[in-house]
């Protein structure tokens, strides 16, 4: 979750199609990606867009004209279960694009405590997997597992071909959808040596003041759970698996439980083999599903 190279989210209407921008927190710049994972998930809604007006930030006003408002993916439930009548809300950490917009995805946003780039274009692998496809599939397969237990799913972005949003809109997006739980799937940039997931949980800031003991039982819930994908506990950030940061958007403006997860480390060999396989990725998205479904149910 380190934010070195920032981007910022873009999305427009470009020639009739939809047209977006996104980056991640590594800064490492992704310029290669793999196609885009297809799922049963057939209900998933393409997002528009429309012009956020300026708008007034705990650092001052700021001109937000450049930055579109992306409006959330929403995929109702597949079948009955016990997840019945409850909102889960998915953000897949940055987009496929965003390496191609650095003049956007390098614009400032307020966090809810100090400025950070709109966004970054994420960390990949050494061989050039990029987590912003990695996000996005375990985002897919999470959001049909959820589906099928009852649940409505709320994604902050369609497909891993755009840019953006930006990491306070897709905040906001969740928010508005009056989501029950929330989590930001991502992987981490770390040292090659340090190998690992890692859970990081808000820090009370004022915004978020009211769900920061529901967040930590939900970390405490994803801790348990990712455990059985054979990803280890990180031996290189935070303690026992979890982190405090105060310093994100999607933790510091979250108005429902919400945590962060780092799966594993993309610049370690052994994580990296992990986290690229299709197989991890479905154990990585049923371990979500089942600490959702123990936070929500419990």
Same mark, same amino acid.
């Given at each position: 979750?380190?934010?070195?190279?920032?981007?910022?989210?873009?999305?427009?209407?470009?020639?009739?199609?939809?047209?977006? +921008?996104?980056?991640?927190? #590594?800064?490492?710049?992704?310029?290669?990606?793999?196609?885009?994972?297809?799922?049963?998930?057939?209900?998933?809604?393409? /997002?528009?867009?429309?012009?956020?007006?300026?708008?007034?930030?705990?650092?001052?006003?700021?001109?937000?004209?450049?930055? @579109?408002?992306?409006?959330? +993916?929403?995929? /109702?439930?597949?079948?009955?279960?016990? &997840?019945?009548?409850?909102?889960?809300?998915?953000?897949?950490?940055?987009?496929?694009?965003?390496?191609?917009?650095?003049?956007?995805?390098?614009?400032?946003?307020?966090?809810?405590?100090?400025?950070?780039?709109? *966004?970054?274009? %994420?960390?990949?692998?050494?061989?050039?997997?990029?987590?912003?496809?990695?996000?996005?599939?375990?985002?897919?397969? &999470?959001?049909?597992?959820?589906?099928?237990?009852?649940?409505?799913?709320?994604?902050?972005?369609?497909?891993?071909?755009?840019?953006?949003?930006?990491? *306070?809109?897709?905040?906001?997006?969740?928010?508005?959808?009056?989501?029950?739980?929330?989590?930001?799937? #991502?992987?981490?940039? %770390? /040292?090659?040596?340090?190998?690992?997931?890692?859970? &990081?949980?808000? +820090?009370?800031?004022? @915004?978020?003041?009211?769900?920061?003991?529901?967040?930590?039982?939900?970390?405490?819930?994803?801790?348990?759970?990712?455990?059985?994908? %054979?990803?280890?506990?990180?031996?290189? *950030?935070?303690?026992? %698996?979890?982190?405090?940061?105060? *310093?994100?958007?999607?933790?510091?403006?979250?108005?429902?439980?919400?945590? &962060?997860?780092?799966?594993?480390?993309?610049?370690?060999?052994?994580?990296?083999?992990?986290?690229?396989?299709?197989?991890?990725?479905?154990?990585?998205?049923?371990?979500?599903?089942?600490?959702?479904?123990?936070?929500?149910?419990?």
């Amino acid at each position: 979750m380190k934010r070195r190279y920032l981007l910022v989210a873009v999305v427009a209407l470009c020639g009739g199609g939809l047209w977006a +921008v996104s980056t991640n927190h #590594h800064g490492e710049r992704s310029a290669s990606n793999t196609g885009i994972l297809t799922t049963s998930s057939s209900t998933t809604s393409v /997002p528009t867009t429309t012009t956020q007006p300026v708008a007034q930030s705990a650092n001052g006003s700021r001109d937000t004209s450049w930055e @579109p408002v992306a409006i959330p +993916v929403v995929n /109702p439930p597949t079948a009955s279960g016990v &997840l019945d009548g409850k909102v889960v809300g998915i953000d897949p950490g940055h987009n496929g694009m965003n390496y191609s917009e650095t003049s956007l995805i390098n614009q400032l946003i307020w966090n809810g405590s100090g400025n950070e780039s709109c *966004d970054t274009t %994420g960390t990949e692998t050494n061989d050039g997997y990029a987590e912003a496809q990695f996000n996005f599939n375990v985002a897919q397969y &999470l959001a049909v597992d959820l589906q099928a237990e009852g649940a409505k799913v709320v994604l902050t972005r369609s497909s891993n071909s755009g840019v953006g949003p930006c990491i *306070d809109q897709r905040a906001t997006m969740l928010n508005n959808a009056g989501a029950n739980v929330s989590i930001d799937i #991502h992987a981490d940039g %770390g /040292p090659p040596s340090g190998r690992g997931f890692t859970v &990081l949980e808000p +820090v009370a800031d004022g @915004p978020n003041n009211a769900v920061i003991g529901s967040s930590a039982q939900f970390g405490a819930d994803l801790v348990a759970a990712f455990q059985a994908t %054979g990803m280890p506990l990180s031996n290189y *950030d935070g303690s026992n %698996g979890v982190a405090q940061r105060n *310093d994100l958007a999607g933790l510091n403006l979250t108005t429902q439980p919400k945590v &962060l997860i780092e799966t594993g480390n993309m610049r370690n060999g052994t994580d990296a083999s992990m986290l690229e396989s299709p197989v991890f990725q479905q154990s990585a998205a049923a371990a979500m599903a089942q600490a959702i479904t123990t936070f929500l149910t419990q």
